[in-house]
């Protein structure tokens, strides 16, 4: 995907919003990586922005 | 490692992952993956952007290392009962249609069975219910930059509306709740 194709745009009010909304699925998802053993990883790749410090 | 196309997007990431997390400015509609032998490769919310997600999907497992795991997580449906939140979330999606792509790609990757090289080791929907007062306040962030979008020009009055709408709803006390189904699908590579 390229920028100008971010239909939700790539400014900061777009990335406070990505940071709430991954604040609000942050429950599920973490039960989502703790599932498939995410948090033991040694090379974790995120195809998506702003919430690595979760994903990390 | 965190990859996105956005140079900007990428310049948060790094100013907020510290050292031990390495951000990489990329182009992932083709279904490259610039790094091989990984682990877990974590999908969220992206899907929705591209033109053609289970064929990236397909490239992308190309990346994991045997045994590594794919997590796919994206938007199945969003309900509510508000009529105002209801016409924000057509409008959301129209942007994205406009574009080619689907914003509840949930449903586009339910079933990824027959991708080679991969088994897949569940397909399922979890619910996370939201609060309108909250759900609202991401979507007026979102509204700011969606109503400037090409594909919803003609119709200024309906867009003022909403705007005004969305804001009074900002201040209400609602009983209503938002809820994000989520379709969630892990892989292993063979």
């Known amino acids: 995907m390229s920028s100008e194709s971010y239909a939700f745009?790539?400014?900061?009010?777009?990335?406070?919003?990505?940071?709430?909304?991954?604040r609000l699925l942050e429950p599920e998802m973490t039960r989502f990586f703790r599932r498939w053993g995410i948090l033991r990883a040694k090379v974790a790749v995120d195809l998506c922005g702003l919430h690595d410090a979760v994903a990390g | 490692m965190g990859i996105d196309a956005s140079a900007r997007f990428v310049g948060m990431a790094q100013s907020l992952g510290g050292q031990a997390v390495h951000f990489l400015e990329h182009d992932l509609a083709g279904g490259v993956i610039p790094v091989g032998c990984v682990d877990v490769i974590f999908?969220?919310?992206?899907?929705?952007?591209?033109?053609?997600?289970?064929?990236?999907?397909?490239?992308?497992?190309?990346?994991?290392?045997?045994?590594?795991?794919?997590?796919?997580?994206?938007?199945?449906?969003?309900?509510?009962?508000?009529?105002?939140?209801r016409d924000y979330l057509g409008l959301a999606n129209h942007v994205v249609a406009a574009r080619g792509a689907t914003m509840n790609a949930g449903p586009l990757v339910a079933d990824l069975g027959s991708l080679p090289q991969v088994a897949m080791?569940?397909?399922?929907?979890?619910?996370?219910?939201?609060?309108?007062?909250?759900?609202?306040?991401?979507?007026?962030?979102?509204?700011?930059?969606?109503?400037?979008?090409?594909?919803?020009?003609e119709d200024f009055d309906a867009l003022d509306a909403m705007a005004h709408g969305l804001r009074r709803l900002r201040g209400a006390?609602?009983?209503?709740?938002?809820?994000?189904?989520?379709?969630?699908?892990?892989?292993?590579?063979?």
């Not at chain 2, 289970?54 to 969003?78: C, F, K, N, S």
């Not at chain 2, 938002?178 to 063979?190: E, I, N, S």
Request: cysteine-free; glycine content about 4%; proline content about 3%.
């Open chain 2, 43 to 85: 999908v969220h919310l992206l899907l929705a952007h591209l033109r053609s997600p289970r064929e990236a999907v397909a490239g992308w497992t190309r990346a994991l290392a045997p045994g590594g795991v794919m997590l796919i997580d994206e938007v199945e449906t969003i309900e509510t009962d508000n009529e105002l939140l």
């Open chain 2, 173 to 190: 006390t609602s009983t209503q709740r938002v809820v994000w189904r989520m379709r969630q699908v892990a892989l292993r590579a063979a």
């Open chain 2, 121 to 153: 080791l569940s397909s399922e929907v979890v619910e996370h219910s939201v609060a309108v007062s909250e759900a609202v306040e991401m979507f007026i962030m979102n509204f700011r930059t969606i109503r400037g979008d090409p594909s919803l020009r």
């Open chain 1, 9 to 22: 745009g790539d400014t900061k009010v777009a990335a406070d919003r990505l940071r709430l909304l991954a």
